[in-house]
């Protein structure tokens, strides 16, 4: 199996920085995409940003610009670089790790961290 660990999350005043990072660890073979999502309150899960191990990123429209998801093949890592938090960035922001290949488990699986909150104060 796939255990996926997030650090980074914390307080924040708007328009601070914060860096998240998550290790996958396991029997792992490949990992197709790293990313995260996050879930506010009363909202549904969303995605934030993904990295695939070819290099192509994709980013949710409320955070292109001021978010910067990045890999490290690797390491089985995944980082995202929040910078100009708002508000709004509020919510608790989960790892995921889609498509994986794992040693001993049959067909591509999707794994998810157990969450990190991310508060930002305005």
């Known amino acids: 199996q796939v255990q996926l660990v997030e650090s980074g999350g914390g307080l924040v005043q708007a328009g601070g920085s914060l860096r998240l990072s998550c290790a996958a660890s396991?029997?792992?073979?490949?990992?197709?995409?790293m990313g995260w999502y996050r879930q506010a309150p009363g909202k549904q899960r969303e995605l934030v940003a993904v990295a695939t191990s070819d290099g192509n990123t994709n980013y949710a429209d409320s955070v292109k610009g001021r978010f910067t998801v990045s890999r490290d093949n690797a390491k089985n890592t995944v980082y995202l670089q929040m910078n100009s938090l708002k508000p709004e960035d509020t919510a608790v922001y989960y790892c995921n790790a889609d498509r994986a290949l794992v040693l001993g488990v049959v067909g591509l699986r999707n794994y998810w961290g157990q969450g990190t909150q991310v508060t930002v104060s305005s």
């Open positions: 396991g029997s792992i073979l490949s990992i197709n995409a």
